[in-house]
C-alpha cells in the first residue's frame, strides 16, 4: 500500500502572501494546488455551477460565454446573503476537487511526501479537520493592502482573526520580509514535516 501524502493546508488572509508560499512549497517538491484556481475551472468548466450562478444572479453574469468574475464580486460583496449563498455553492465542489486530487497522488507510484493546498477559509469552514498539519501566512494590515487589489475590509468582519488562527496553525509565518525570507520558512517547515509524527 503506497504511503498517502502528508496533507498540509496553507490559509490567511487577503494580500499575506498564500500564493507565494504555495509557489515555494512547489519549488521545494511538494505537490500543490490553489483553491482559487479550482474555483476559476469550475467557473469556466461546470456547467451546473454556471447554471446556478445565471439563475441566481441573472444572464448579465455572463460576458462572452465565460462567467463574469468581477460582476459576482461587486454582487456578494455589497451583500453578505450572496456571498453565503455563493460559498455554499462553491466551498463543497472545491473540497471534492482537492480530496480527489489528494486520492489521485496517494495512488500513484511513488507519490510524494506532502501535498499542500491553498485554503483562504480553511478555518471559517471547518474544513482543517482535512489536514495533517496548518501553516498560517499573516502580515500586516497596511502591508496587505499594499499587496493586492482587492479590498481586504470586504471580508474581514466575518474573519476568525489572525490571533485565533494562530493559536490553533501547526506553523505561523508573519510575512513582512523578502521572498527569500519565505522560502527559507518553506524549507524549514518542510523539513519539520519529514519528522512528522
Not at 494546488?33 to 474555483?39: F, R, Y
Not at 450562478?53 to 463574469?68: I, K, S, T, W, Y
Not at 480553511?122 to 482543517?128: C, P, S
Request: net charge negative; proline share 6%.
Amino acid at each position: 500500500m503506497p504511503r498517502r501524502p502528508l496533507a498540509v493546508g496553507i490559509t490567511g488572509g487577503i494580500g499575506a502572501g498564500k500564493s507565494e508560499a504555495l509557489k515555494a512549497f512547489a519549488r521545494h517538491g511538494a505537490a500543490t494546488i490553489s483553491s482559487d484556481d479550482i474555483v476559476h475551472r469550475l467557473l469556466r468548466e461546470d456547467e451546473a455551477v454556471r447554471a446556478a450562478l445565471v439563475e441566481r444572479f441573472g444572464p448579465e453574469v455572463m460576458a462572452d460565454g465565460e462567467v463574469d468574475r468581477a460582476a459576482i464580486g461587486e454582487i456578494v460583496f455589497e451583500d453578505r446573503d450572496e456571498l453565503v449563498w455563493l460559498e455554499q455553492l462553491l466551498h463543497p465542489r472545491v473540497a471534492r476537487e482537492y480530496l480527489a486530487w489528494r486520492d489521485q497522488l496517494a495512488a500513484l507510484p511513488d507519490p510524494p511526501e506532502v501535498c499542500v493546498t491553498e485554503v483562504p477559509l480553511l478555518y471559517e469552514v471547518g474544513a482543517d479537520e482535512r489536514f495533517d498539519a496548518v501553516v498560517l501566512i499573516t502580515a500586516p494590515k497596511q502591508l496587505r493592502i499594499a499587496r493586492t487589489d482587492v479590498p481586504v475590509e470586504q471580508r474581514s468582519d466575518r474573519l476568525i482573526p489572525d490571533e485565533e488562527k494562530a493559536k490553533r496553525a501547526d506553523f505561523v509565518y508573519r510575512n513582512t520580509g523578502s521572498l527569500e525570507d519565505l522560502d527559507g520558512f518553506v524549507a524549514s517547515v518542510l523539513d519539520n514535516l519529514r519528522r512528522w509524527p
